[in-house]
C-alpha cells in the first residue's frame, strides 16, 4: 500500500507494482480546501531499475485523468501489469491537497 499527500503542481506519489492477476486501486480524499486540480494515473512501461522506477522517467506514460474536485473519494480499477503513481503535473494544479491511497487486490 502507498500513501502520499499531494500539494502542487509537479508531485507524484510513490510509484507502486501491479502484477498481472492484480487490479490497482486507487482511493483519493481531500484533506484541505476544495481540491482544483487534475490527477494524472500514469504508468512506466519500462523502468531501468525493476524494484522501483526512476521518478523522473521520460518513460511515465498518463494513462488516464481523474478531476480532483469533482468527487472527494474515486475507486479506480486499472489492469497490471506495470507500474503505477499518481501525478499532478504542472499547469494542472490551483489550489488543496490530496491524500492518495494506492493498493492492489487480486481479479
Do not use: C
Amino acid at each position: 500500500m502507498i500513501e502520499n499527500t499531494l500539494t502542487g503542481a509537479g508531485q507524484f506519489t510513490d510509484p507502486i507494482k501491479v502484477p498481472p492477476d492484480h487490479n490497482l486501486i486507487i482511493q483519493v480524499r481531500e484533506v484541505t480546501a476544495t481540491l482544483s486540480a487534475t490527477l494524472s494515473i500514469q504508468q512506466i512501461l519500462d523502468a531501468s531499475d525493476p524494484s522501483r522506477p526512476n521518478d523522473n522517467s521520460s518513460a511515465w506514460l498518463t494513462i488516464a485523468s481523474l478531476e480532483g474536485d469533482t468527487v472527494p473519494i474515486k475507486n479506480t480499477d486499472h489492469n497490471g501489469p506495470g507500474w503505477y503513481r499518481i501525478a499532478i503535473l504542472t499547469g494542472e494544479y490551483a489550489s488543496g491537497s490530496a491524500g492518495i491511497r494506492l493498493t492492489t487486490s487480486p481479479k
